[in-house]
């Protein structure tokens, strides 16, 4: 069985065709449902972050846990919030404070040196969320690195044997969305005692939408 990219084009067009227009740029959702897989087991369970071959067309929130010119660096960068090892310090108490950056901000990055303290105070919020931070150097290109996180999704199982997250939005190039299709399923398939095996079904859904099914070749 395989994915081929002429299905994914096809239902793509179908889903272009039954997505009533709306006055904003609809979000592409992608669904793959699994079979044979036993998500109560631990070894089972999925949580991958992927990064996409392009960005998802929308919105993505990233904070950056640095200090001195690292924090500077990451402000130009124009991170939506840098927080220094003072302020991190400050919301060590503060479990309404966190969990207000857990749900506005989507991804995280932290500098080496701050990720002892930055566990410790926001750990117990982020890890559940699987928004732990990516630890880069100091001397990181930041820029470089947010931009890399603006093209990150996440897909977890959450009690079910199904997987979801964005791909894209509605203004995007079809070649765009089914290159990013594609590197989920590639990783999903990776992740799978028998890879493709054990995908049930395909669904990709626009915002406002039906839910398109995708062709699996049998091989």
């Not at 919020?125 to 930041?142: E, F, N």
């Not at 089914?178 to 992740?191: F, L, M, Q, S």
């Not at 669904?203 to 070749?217: L, Q, T, Y």
């Amino acid at each position: 069985m395989s994915v081929e990219r002429k299905h994914l084009s096809e239902a793509l067009r179908e889903l272009r065709e039954k997505t009533p227009k709306r006055n904003f740029n609809q979000s592409i959702e992608l669904i793959i449902n699994l079979k044979d897989v036993d998500v109560s087991k631990p070894e089972n369970r999925i949580q991958e972050i992927i990064e996409l071959p392009h960005p998802i067309g929308k919105k993505v929130n990233i904070c950056v846990f640095a200090s001195g010119d690292a924090a500077l660096r990451a402000r130009r960068a124009g991170a939506d919030m840098v927080l220094e090892r003072e302020e991190i310090e400050a919301l060590a108490g503060d479990k309404k404070r966190q969990r207000q950056i857990a749900k506005k901000i989507d991804s995280f990055i932290a500098t080496a040196p701050l990720m002892p303290i930055v566990g410790r105070v926001f750990g117990a919020i982020l890890g559940p969320r699987g928004k732990m931070p990516t630890p880069i150097p100091p001397t990181a290109d930041i820029e470089r690195e947010i931009e890399r996180h603006k093209r990150l999704v996440m897909i977890r199982t959450r009690g079910q044997p199904v997987l979801s997250c964005r791909v894209g939005t509605e203004n995007m190039s079809d070649d765009e969305i089914i290159d990013n299709i594609d590197a989920v399923i590639k990783r999903v398939e990776g992740k799978l005692k028998r890879g493709i095996k054990n995908i049930a079904s395909i669904h990709i859904k626009a915002s406002m939408g039906p839910p398109i099914k995708v062709r699996i070749e049998e091989d």
